[in-house]
């Protein structure tokens, strides 16, 4: 008997683990030039608060080295580099080429010629203890096997090492009906008239709604190997930043 196919969320379709990749790839090479003008409309600018405050709370430090997993269009990176300096190192990753390429060419175009490279979070081109931090940020929702990605990312941090995940999470009940009119609405909405694509903005609130919610998360960082893991809630939960360390 042939083995059965293991299956996954996209948003809230099943699918097979195989195919979820391939379309979440379509999902930004659709959106990748203007993902950025998107985060800032749908987000009223938020966004680059969660940032800096992500960057603030990963104790980088001059001349570290850092991961900037799914980084998209480099504004994580840009921030992280200032923050570490000439002397540290930031590496920008993304699955996506064409995110990959808008990130890359922003990061030139502000005189921050970073090196860049496309891989698989699950599958990191690193060595082990390669890196002081590793940050995702609005990126591990979309990957197929998260347990995975994560012990990838804390195999590839120094002991001591930190990792940062920054993702949309379970909100406060009490903004729960106004969100969810936001994001099933005014969101789709809003990225067809920006993006010309409304389905993958569609995507974007389904996947937030199928991700673990902050003890979820919370659990798997510890299940992946990682200690001291603990979350910050920010604009009521909209987003989570998480933390945890690898102390072996």
Known sequence: MAAMSKTTH?????????????????????????????????????HRFWKRYAIELSGARA???VLDVAGGSGDLSRLMARKVGPDGQVWLSDINSDMLRVGRDRLLDAGMPLPAIQCDAEHLPFPDGY???V????????????????????????????????????????????????????????????????????????SIRMHPDQETLRQMMVDAGLAQVEYFNLTGGVVALHRGVRLD
Do not use: W
Request: charged share 25%; with cysteine; hydrophobic share 45%.
């Open 63 to 65: 001349g570290d080295r």
């Open 131 to 133: 890196f002081d931090c």
């Open 10 to 46: 996209f948003g809230y379709q099943t699918v097979d683990e195989g195919e979820k990749a391939s379309r979440v790839r379509e999902v930004f090479a659709s959106v990748a030039r203007r993902y950025d003008l998107m985060n800032d409309v749908m987000s009223f600018g938020l």
């Open 135 to 206: 940050m995702v940020a609005f990126g591990l929702r979309n990957m197929t096997r998260k347990e995975a990605a994560l012990t990838e990312m804390r195999r590839v941090l120094r002991p001591g090492g930190r990792l940062l995940v920054l993702e949309f999470s379970k909100v406060n009940p009490l903004l729960a009906p106004a969100y969810d009119a936001y994001s099933f609405h005014v969101i789709p909405a809003l990225g067809q008239r920006i993006a010309g694509d409304a389905a993958s903005y569609r995507y974007l609130a389904e």
